[in-house]
């Protein structure tokens, strides 16, 4: 990227740029990784990158067959991506770039972060994209130039939630639009068996969990369908139990991520998901408020169902 280019954008020049060879819907291209990170030291997410690697294409609709994330871009804008229609994008956790492929199609300009796992971005070789190695705490983008913010995934996989949503404002000009989500906060959410085994299970090193979860999770969900539902009160309690006593993810009945052996790799990768971030902190609907009201946000729009929000920067 040119010096000018990179003036416009950022406020500080990349520690380094990494030179990548991709393919991109049927044509290859060298794309140039802009890495505002150093790149001796590790970062807390790796884990995503070893899982990102491993399992690049699981979540992306144009190589599983599916509208998965389409519609999950669908309800996370409110149910209008039309709201990103020739809007400048950064978008901060990119992972696979299951969103990133279809951010590319709306926004007129795509600056997409992660700090992991940014080279295995399935959108890496779109014209329109910019593709960043940095930390969502220390984005040097240029604000005014930024309308939308997009952070899906992110959050609650912070050390501090609540400074990682306020964060987010940083980066959006006056007046533009904030997407996020988070982990949903309840009651009972202490009592979950993921909090109980996570603090083992965090420790293993990702890759050696990944063929864990490869053989185990298959076999864990014919024990839970086979054996341990039968045996528990139909509809949504007995599946609650099911899902603590055998606490594995499992997409086996949710026809939208494609069937049989496509729901058990979406199970596996979720269950990955669950199990190996150093952090996982979600918050309370009060308490995200209370977060967005500490920047000023306003226009506030909020799914207590899929716990994704949207906000407008204070002028």
Not at 21 to 30: A, L, N, S, Y
Request: aromatic share 12%; net charge positive.
């Amino acid at each position: 990227m040119l010096n000018s280019e990179i003036d416009r954008w950022f406020t500080r020049s990349p520690s380094a740029a990494h030179v990548q060879t991709v393919e991109f819907r049927g044509d290859t291209f060298q794309v140039e990784i802009l890495d505002f990170l150093d790149a001796s030291a590790g970062h807390y997410t790796h884990s995503f990158g070893t899982q990102w690697g491993k399992y690049r294409h699981v979540q992306i609709d144009r190589f599983n067959g599916t509208r998965a994330s389409y519609n999950h871009l669908r309800y996370f804008t409110q149910g209008d991506p039309e709201i990103l229609r020739g809007r400048t994008i950064l978008e901060i956790g990119s992972g696979a770039g299951r969103f990133t492929d279809y951010l590319v199609d709306l926004g007129s300009r795509v600056l997409s972060v992660d700090p992991s796992a940014i080279g295995f971005n399935v959108a890496l070789g779109a014209p329109n994209l910019i593709p960043i190695r940095a930390d969502l705490f220390d984005v040097p983008v240029r604000r005014e130039e930024i309308d939308v913010v997009f952070c899906r995934g992110v959050t609650q996989h912070t050390a501090d939630t609540k400074r990682a949503i306020q964060r987010l404002f940083d980066y959006v000009r006056p007046g533009g639009l904030v997407l996020f989500d988070v982990y949903h906060f309840k009651w009972f959410t202490p009592f979950c068996a993921k909090y109980w085994v996570r603090p083992v299970t965090r420790r293993i090193p990702t890759d050696k969990f990944i063929s864990i979860a490869e053989k185990w999770v298959p076999r864990l969900l014919w024990f839970k369908h086979s054996v341990v539902k039968p045996l528990l009160p139909a509809g949504r309690l007995g599946t609650n139990i099911a899902n603590q006593i055998i606490p594995v993810a499992d997409f086996t009945e949710a026809d939208e991520h494609g069937s049989g052996e496509r729901q058990i790799q979406w199970s596996i990768l979720d269950t990955v998901d669950m199990y190996t971030p150093r952090y996982d902190r979600p918050m309370s609907w009060n308490g995200v408020m209370k977060a967005l009201r500490g920047v000023g946000a306003r226009d506030i729009v909020g799914d207590r169902a899929s716990f994704c929000f949207r906000a407008t920067a204070a002028d």
